[in-house]
């Protein structure tokens, strides 16, 4: 059920898993426009951790594919000092917990050039970075910190959930004038879906119906879009007909759809992976009751990760985190089904 | 590696350079009285916020812009007004960015904190203390990238080398060749701390851990600023690598316009010192007079047609209008 509305019936074409299409993207940006190059830790012959940059060095080189010592302020601040001055650097920060590390250069530097010059100079720097718990990698390498840097105006935040829009988001991202924060779900790598051979792009700030549907709104971002539609297929077999609807973009938020969606079914859940206090999900939330009150039969919920440091053990990290069947029965619950 | 140079004299004047050392004397000048009615303008109230002004540190930001070329980049500081105007920005949008006026070179979004030129080659002050390591080793890595023989050069006082990012772009700079220098501007003075309270060991031995060439000069003495800068400027273009700079330097007003009181901190005799003994105007004047290239009416002159400049770039400020409200929503996103 991957992107069934983007892809236009184009099901029959190939296959590629969400590293391919993020590797995809790269490659062919790269080929494409030379200014474009890749710096981070382990991008080279090593090809990153997850190995999505594999095979890129080979083919550019080490001038384009650059090995960084492990400094994400320093590599980061260098990135946006090569925006700045003609070129369209793609800043690998492994885990999107060293988000934290890259924030002045990332919220103060790249975010604010362009309006503090008054529009004379501008950052078109893609910072890749991952989010997602559920690795066993404990508190410092599982956070989903999209909120963040959704904050911050300036920024530009994409959410990739399928292989089809990872590869299309990143190739606009890249192409945008602007600071893009690119975010992708570690424990989606790995995962398959349909990509046309063609050269394709996706806007910012459009979001896609993955699953067409008239009883529940689910709005879900990233990891969550699949757990939303398992849930949808639970929801189904109890004659349920959830949407679910995938911004695609935090920032900008193509907050229309989301409140259209919220109009026509009349209850909605808003899931993002992202901490829930304070998060992406308080936004989406305030979007659809300011934008739908009068149309909703039950208060909006939000479901995000649990508001503690995520745990290492799977007993305690798997309840920290939605899943299907914590939305199956939330919905469940707003439908009025016991 | 290290040149302690601090008591080394520079070349010579060459009498056919004469037009070129006076057009640093006004270059400093023109900073010395900008900043002057910076001052004023904020104790008569004319300007919003407050400003971090460079005066006594002029022969620093003027003998290193003059050894490069327009296309060089710099990145500056809070304190940058010197190194704008060093690097080619005119006096009448500088004032008019100081009061947020829509003329500024930032269309009053930035202010004295934040003035960019990219046409001069200046990326930007920076109110983040070391927040342009970043920027100006991406710009180095960017030219080098290119193909270009530009040079990037990063102004930092030395209350910056507390922070991790310079040491970060150090290293990748000296792995990398790329032509940056880092030019620490010692001025003494963490904001309201002696540097030596907080800066463990020598300044020079930090940048030379990452087998950077570092020199330590007399920043007061612009025709040594100059002659070092030079020499590292062309090094770095010729692709020998980035180089760092330490001059040795002092601000005569407080760390920003309303740090009136320092005695807590610093002495007025330490103050007065380098006024009198030190000032970067007063060492190159009296050296052109002396040495006969030129006469103190030929610098009076000089300081009177920059005054007569200032008094019209502050009245086109005074005189500009404001942005209007709707513009807030402008330039967010490119």
Redesign the interface.
Do not use: Q
């Given at each position: 059920m991957i992107g069934v509305t983007s892809l236009e019936g184009r099901m029959a074409e190939r296959e590629l898993t969400f590293a391919e299409a993020i590797r995809e993207a790269l490659a062919e940006e790269m080929r494409r426009d030379p200014r474009v190059f890749i710096i981070g830790e382990d991008v080279a012959e090593a090809g990153t951790p997850f190995k999505v940059l594999s095979g890129l060095v080979e083919e550019f080189g080490k001038e384009r594919v650059v090995d960084s010592p492990i400094s994400e302020p320093g590599f980061t601040g260098l990135g946006v000092g090569a925006a700045m001055t003609g070129l369209r650097p793609v800043v690998d920060l492994m885990f999107g917990d060293f988000l934290t590390l890259a924030m002045d250069q990332i919220a103060n530097q790249a975010a604010k050039i362009h309006y503090m010059s008054g529009g004379k100079m501008k950052a078109p720097i893609v910072i890749r970075t991952t989010l997602g718990a559920t690795r066993r990698s404990a508190a410092q390498h599982s956070q989903s910190l999209q909120a963040w840097v959704s904050h911050v105006p300036g920024l530009k935040v994409a959410l990739p959930s399928t292989p089809y829009d990872a590869k299309g988001l990143l190739k606009s991202a890249i192409r945008d004038e602007n600071p893009v924060v690119f975010m992708e779900d570690k424990m989606m790598y790995k995962l398959k879906g349909p990509v046309p051979e063609e050269e394709y792009t996706i806007p910012f700030g459009v979001a896609d119906v993955k699953r067409p549907g008239g009883d529940i709104t689910l709005v879900a971002t990233s990891s969550m879009v699949q757990v939303a539609l398992g849930a949808a297929d639970k929801l189904q077999e109890i004659g349920i007909s959830a949407e679910v609807v995938d911004p695609r973009t935090t920032a900008p938020l193509d907050k229309q759809s989301l409140i259209d969606s919220a109009r026509k079914t009349s209850r909605a859940i808003v899931i993002d992976e992202g901490y829930e206090r304070y998060g992406v999900t308080a936004e989406f939330a305030s979007v659809i009751a300011e934008g739908a009150f009068y149309y909703l039969d039950a208060p909006v919920r939000r479901m995000g990760a649990r508001d503690v440091p995520v745990p290492f053990s799977p007993a305690l990290e798997d309840v920290t985190v939605p899943t299907e069947e914590t939305v199956f029965q939330m919905a469940k619950a707003l439908c009025g089904r016991s | 590696m290290t040149r302690k140079a601090e008591k080394a004299a520079p070349a010579p004047f060459e009498a056919q350079d004469v037009e070129h050392w006076l057009h640093v004397y006004e270059q400093m000048v023109k900073i010395r009285e900008f900043e002057e009615k910076a001052n004023e303008l904020y104790l008569k109230a004319l300007m919003p916020g407050l400003t971090h002004l460079y005066a006594g540190q002029e022969a620093v930001a003027v003998g290193v812009c003059e050894a490069l070329r327009p296309a060089d980049?710099i990145?500056s500081t809070h304190r940058g007004h010197g190194h704008c105007l060093a690097k080619g920005a005119s006096l009448d949008r500088m004032f008019a960015e100081l009061l947020g006026k829509e003329a500024?070179?930032?269309?009053?979004?930035?202010g004295s904190m934040?003035i960019?030129?990219?046409a001069s080659g200046n990326?930007?002050a920076?109110a983040?203390v070391g927040?342009?390591?970043?920027?100006?080793?991406?710009?180095?890595?960017?030219?080098k990238?290119?193909g270009t023989d530009q040079v990037?050069v990063c102004f930092f006082g030395e209350g910056a080398l507390g922070q991790?990012?310079v040491y970060?772009?150090m290293?990748?700079a000296s792995?990398w060749k790329l032509p940056v220098i880092y030019v620490c501007e010692n001025n003494q003075y963490n904001e309201y701390t002696h540097f030596r309270e907080a800066t463990a060991g020598e300044i020079t031995a930090r940048a030379e851990a990452f087998g950077i060439l570092a020199e330590t000069i007399d920043g007061q003495d612009v025709r040594l600023v100059y002659e070092t800068a030079q020499r590292l400027v062309e090094r770095a273009r010729r692709g020998e690598g980035p180089a760092f700079l330490e001059c040795l330097t002092y601000r005569y007003y407080g760390h920003h316009v309303g740090d009136i009181s320092r005695a807590y901190y610093r002495s007025k005799e330490e103050e007065q010192e380098w006024r009198t003994r030190r000032d970067p105007l007063k060492i190159l004047g009296e050296k052109m007079v002396e040495q006969k290239l030129t006469d103190q009416a030929v610098l009076d002159g000089i300081h009177q047609d920059v005054l007569s400049e200032i008094e019209a770039a502050v009245q086109f400020a005074i005189d500009a209008p404001f942005p209007d409200p709707a513009e807030v929503d402008?330039?967010?996103?490119?």
């Open positions: - | 980049y990145t500024g070179y930032c269309r009053g979004k930035g934040h960019a030129d990219p990326l930007g920076n983040i927040g342009s390591a970043g920027i100006a080793t991406g710009a180095a890595f960017s030219a990238m290119r990037a991790g990012i970060e772009v290293n990748m792995l402008e330039d967010v996103y490119a």
